[in-house]
Structures are given as C-alpha cells and as structure tokens.
C-alpha cells in the first residue's frame, strides 16, 4: 500500500523559511515521481514542484521559482521541499502527491496523496 505523510508545516513571519518533508512507502523508491501541491482557502490546488528519479527532473511552479528547492533522500525514502523567502501569499495546506507514470505539475497526474500540512506566513 502506497503512503505518504507530509510534515514540517507551522507558522512562521513573512522573509522566513520552512523545509516540509515527505515520507513515502509502498513503491520502489529508486523508480518515483512525487510533487507537492498546496491548497489556499477557496482556491484550487496549485502544484508547486515535483521532482523525478523516473526522468531525471525537477520542476516548479514560477511563483516559487528561486525561492523553494525540492530534494530527495532516496534511503530515508524522503522528499523535501525547502521554502525560503516565504510571504503570505504561500500560505495553503502542502501536500505530497505520488505520479506512477507522469511528472509535471497537474493534479490529475497524481495517483496516491498524503495527508496536508498547512504552512501559515505571517505579514
């Protein structure tokens, strides 16, 4: 059974950084696509980054670019995804998202999510 729990979420002041961690288990960690999505109040899922052992990229989404960094820890079976420079606007619920057979940022690619954890910038 795949899973996925995401943590490291919190509050933290505008300027600040964060780094969320994914844990996963039930695949193969040598062969895995997993992005982090984020959902604000009343607003649609954004994708944020993904990264891919499966092709060898990593992408993200232009409102963070230069500012998160997605990174993987293949024997602790770990993404993390390393905000920095956070503002409000990048308050949402953070989730991590297993593909099976895409990368990219669209949710429908997206096979198995963990819970959320919600990362809160304060102005």
């Known amino acids: 059974e795949v899973q996925l729990q995401a943590s490291g979420g919190g509050l933290v002041q505008a300027g600040g950084s964060l780094r969320l961690s994914c844990v996963a288990s039930?695949?193969?960690?040598?062969?895995?696509?997993i992005a982090w999505f984020r959902q604000a109040p009343a607003k649609a899922r954004e994708g944020v980054s993904a990264?891919?052992?499966?092709?060898?990229?990593?992408y993200y989404a232009d409102s963070v670019k230069g500012r998160f960094t997605i990174s993987a820890d293949n024997a602790q079976n770990t993404v993390y995804l390393s905000m920095n420079s956070l503002k409000p606007e990048d308050t949402a619920v953070y989730y991590c998202?297993?593909?099976?057979?895409?990368?990219?940022?669209?949710?429908?690619?997206?096979?198995?999510w963990g819970r959320g954890t919600l990362v809160t910038v304060s102005s």
């Open positions: 990264i891919s052992s499966r092709f060898g990229r990593a």
């Open positions: 998202a297993e593909s099976l057979s895409s990368i990219g940022l669209y949710a429908h690619d997206y096979d198995y």
């Open positions: 039930g695949f193969d960690f040598n062969d895995y696509t």
